[in-house]
């Protein structure tokens, strides 16, 4: 499978396509600063074999897709602080622009309606898109993700305190850091191989190596504040589903978005962290095929 590109919103977007283009479309969205290759194939195949046309991309300024090569690099400690003293962000774009891209993604590639499937960042990327465009979204599933409601519990101390080291450069983001971070947020229920987590690591590495658009991204997720107002308004049939040791993105915060989404359906899945190991896919494809199928 090689990747394609296509013109969306204006942002050259790299795709990949499982599955006949005769079946219903599912559109899988990633999260920070993730590339598409995070999407197991395993899950794609499965969701392709079940009947569906499965559509997996890299987001705006990282992977693939177009870079903002000249636009504003945010800092971590400016941007804590600056929230913290309740002031605007400086941001290059946001959510909603990479909400756009979203729809225009489905644009260009001819389809009216599609199902969504958004992980963590990707999740509220599907928020926005699913309230503001009733008419062109099938169902909708969020995986890991957040209301954005202020109110909520953050990520545990030990993975911020990584985080503002690397932000800071205190902690470099090497191959020996990379994977005890990903171990740190990672599913206990479902422990990877030292094998799988480098080779992860490392594909993504080869394939796009990005940090700037990692910062971009952080910067749209923190300027968007709270989606509880757009929840309410959703009526695509919702599906979330979050681990109950989730370290980055606690519990609490799945559970506050399916409450705010009428009628939506919440899957706690125990022994699940933030990330989507191999080891879960048969769980995962077993929920979103019965959900979208139906």
Not at 36 to 48: E, R
Not at 244 to 251: G, T
């Amino acid at each position: 499978m090689s990747e394609s590109y296509i013109q969306a919103n204006g942002v050259r977007l790299a795709y990949e396509e499982f599955g006949s283009a005769s079946d219903p479309a599912i559109l899988l969205i990633m999260g920070l600063g993730t590339q598409m290759i995070s999407w197991p194939l395993s899950l794609c195949n499965g969701l392709a074999s079940a009947g569906f046309r499965v559509i997996r991309f890299d987001n705006r300024d990282i992977g693939l897709s177009e870079k903002m090569e000249n636009a504003h690099i945010p800092r971590a400690p400016s941007m804590l602080l600056r929230t913290t003293l309740g002031l605007p962000l400086r941001v290059s774009y946001t959510l909603d622009d990479m909400a756009e891209d979203l729809i225009g993604l489905l644009d260009a590639l001819h389809l009216n309606r599609a199902h969504l499937v958004g992980a963590s960042m990707g999740g509220m990327i599907g928020q926005i898109a699913t309230s503001r465009n009733p008419n062109r979204i099938l169902s909708f599933t969020s995986i890991m993700s957040s209301s954005g409601n202020p109110k909520l519990p953050g990520a545990a101390r030990k993975v911020v305190r990584t985080m503002v080291k690397r932000s800071l450069g205190i902690e470099k983001p090497n191959l020996k850091n990379t994977m005890a971070f990903q171990r740190m947020i990672g599913s206990p229920g479902f422990p990877e191989s030292d094998e799988e987590l480098r080779k992860k690591v490392l594909d993504s590495v080869a394939r796009s190596l990005h940090p700037e658009g990692y910062s971009r991204h952080l910067a749209a997720i923190m300027a968007s504040g709270s989606r509880v107002k757009l929840l309410k308004t959703i009526t695509a049939p919702t599906l979330v589903i979050h681990g109950r040791e989730d370290a980055l993105v606690p519990l609490e915060c799945g559970i506050d978005t399916a409450r705010h989404i009428p009628d939506a359906r919440l899957k706690i899945i125990d022994g699940m962290g933030h990330n989507l190991p191999e080891a879960l896919m048969p769980r995962l494809l077993e929920l979103i095929a019965a959900h979208v199928a139906t």
